[in-house]
């Protein structure tokens, strides 16, 4: 075996030489590569004992003093809304979006109309398709958060142990998101007529209500009844449905749109 | 996800208690990574007040981007993650462009035969505070990406699978980065090579 490289030294001082028995044998028999894993091993060791300014004790409750001032100043969450920080992003898009579809439906109300409208420029069919990509995203994320709570292992007396409270703290807090959009696309549904998308939101509502206003950590028997209580609904199958109608419309306008351009 | 939380301290019950709008649950976090954080920093930054600075840069970044930790991950790496970009954000903006270079090479084509150090007169290697500020400068000859993986390795003692999900390289590149660290450590401290064994 030829002489040990430097990759080799230092794969083999960390642990990860692929063949380390190799190597090993080879540094007992040759003086030259062991007096060079030697140097690198001094070498390392410097480094390991150079000193670290040491903190208080409570240095973490120092970081959490400065940076809590800077937390307060820009970006405190608010916690009477229980919503978090980027639900504030989340509803001022929704508002924009819903607003645009408020606009595009009283500008397609009262705009003086031109004698001849190609179908990409009608506003009618412009608010239906903002609305129609906005639901779908928000029906998506419904979806996901009721399957995680319907899918998700709620039982914890496993192995006779006292059953553990289950966190929904996440779910929670996203359908307390949820929730705030789903008023805001109910209203716009209803105001442009789409019986359907306003059904299932409404039909929604309540799922997500009962989820927002749940404590962050609820018993297996608070968790088992809600479980149920999306299971009885059937609210997921519905959205799932309402979802895929969703889409149909979207890709048919979109269609629409591309062969009235043409 | 849901999770099945018997102790209510875990960090991923903190990040959801916080998610949920509880700024307060942050702070277990703070406090329990903070010590952390700093020597990492410190080993990056070189002094202590840039260190500081980085420490509450990522607790603050985390802090904002808590909505995109996956609860499944573990939290302290990935805030040593955060603490990375910062560090190397920091490192590179006060360093004059074209130090580092080799950032760019993360696969380690660039030539490693361009680490010469003056040699030490015979009165600086008597001292070991000079053998320190040495060092120190060796430091300093690493770029960003090689210091991070070199703190992350040796002193933090992470596995390379590890160190590469922080430092967003592959594994071949991470292995690199820590090699050619060391390479050059060892050849700036070549001279003293004596007075280290």
Redesign the interface.
């Known amino acids: 075996m030829k002489h040990l490289d ?2 080799q030294l ?2 083999l001082y ?1 642990g ?1 030489a692929a063949r380390a028995e190799a190597i090993k044998e080879h540094l007992c028999s040759c003086m030259a590569c062991r007096e060079n894993f030697q ?2 091993q ?7 004992n ?4 040491e ?1 208080d004790t409570d ?6 003093y ?3 001032q ?2 307060d100043a820009s ?5 009477m ?6 639900s504030i992003w989340r509803l001022a898009a929704v508002s924009a979006l819903a607003a645009m579809v408020v606009l595009a439906f009283f500008a397609g109300r009262y705009w003086p109309r031109k004698p001849v409208q190609t179908a990409a420029a009608n506003p009618a069919q412009i608010r239906q398709g903002v609305l129609l990509v906005a639901v779908s995203d928000h029906l998506d994320h419904a979806q996901m958060v009721l399957m ?2 319907a899918n ?3 039982d ?1 007396a496993t192995n006779g142990t006292t059953p ?10 996203r359908a307390q998101e949820l929730l705030v959009s789903n008023r805001l696309y109910e209203q716009t549904a209803q105001q442009t007529g789409d019986a359907e998308i306003q059904n299932i939101l409404s039909a929604l509502e309540p799922v997500l209500l009962e989820i927002a206003h749940s404590p ?2 609820v018993s297996s028997q608070q968790f088992q009844q809600i479980q149920d209580r999306i299971r009885s609904a059937g609210i997921l199958f519905k959205v799932r449905v309402v979802s895929s109608d969703v889409r149909d419309k979207e890709r048919s306008l979109a269609r629409r749109n591309g062969q009235g351009q043409t | ?6 102790a209510d301290d875990s960090d ?2 903190q990040v ?8 307060e649950a ?2 277990p976090l ?6 952390r954080l ?2 990492l920093a ?2 990056i930054a070189g002094n ?1 007040d840039d260190a500081e600075e980085l ?2 840069e990522t ?2 970044k985390a ?2 981007n ?2 995109k930790f996956e ?1 499944r991950s573990n939290f302290g790496t990935w805030l040593y993650r955060i603490c990375a970009n910062c560090s190397l954000d920091q490192l590179r903006k006060r360093r004059p462009e074209g130090v580092f270079q080799e950032l760019d090479d993360p696969e380690g084509s660039m030539s490693q035969g361009d680490l010469s150090h003056p040699s030490p007169s015979p009165e600086r290697l008597m001292f070991s505070t000079e ?2 500020q040495e ?2 400068a060796a ?1 300093q000859q690493l770029t960003p990406t090689e210091r991070m993986a070199f703190a992350l ?3 933090e003692g992470l596995g ?1 699978e590890e160190i590469s999900e922080i430092l967003g390289l592959r594994i071949s590149a991470t ?1 690199n980065a ?2 050619r660290g ?2 050059k ?2 050849r700036a ?1 070549a001279p003293f ?1 004596e007075q ?2």
Do not use: C
């Open positions: 430097d990759q230092i794969a960390y990860d140097a690198l001094h070498t390392l060791a410097a480094f390991k150079a000193p670290i300014p903190r240095y973490g409750s120092q970081v959490w400065a940076i809590s800077r937390l970006q405190r969450v608010s916690s809304q229980r919503v978090s920080r980027f995680e709570l998700a292992d709620g914890g553990a409270n289950v966190n929904i703290a996440t779910e929670q807090a962050n950590e | 996800m849901v999770r099945m939380d018997h991923a019950t959801a208690k916080t998610l949920a709008g509880n700024q942050f702070r703070v406090e329990r990574y903070s010590q700093f020597r410190y080993r202590e420490v509450q607790f603050l802090y904002r808590l909505g609860s053998m320190r060092m120190e430091i390795r040796h002193h390379i292995k820590v090699f060391v390479q450590l060892r401290l090579a280290i064994r």
